[in-house]
């Protein structure tokens, strides 16, 4: 289970999301292609039981910048 999942999205853009703990990965990009992502703050406690932040599977030209993935230390 993934907190925001996307397929067959072309063109996306996402900006300034914020995801703490989520129940599994915390986002699924699949089967997209033109994707912008950005500005993104995800977060994970050191003992998730899976740490994918962004999980990108049969997609192209996806950018991902400026963002933070973190596992662990999260107040």
Request: proline letters at 4%.
């Amino acid at each position: 289970m993934q907190a925001l999942h996307i397929h067959k999205c072309d063109g996306l853009q996402l900006r300034g999301l914020h995801h703490v703990n989520s129940p599994k990965s915390h986002i699924s990009i699949n089967k997209c292609n033109g994707v912008s992502i950005s500005g993104l703050n995800i977060l994970a406690p050191e003992n998730s039981p899976n740490t994918d932040g962004i999980d990108v599977s049969e997609s192209t030209h996806v950018l991902i910048s400026d963002s933070i993935i973190q596992t662990g230390n999260v107040a």
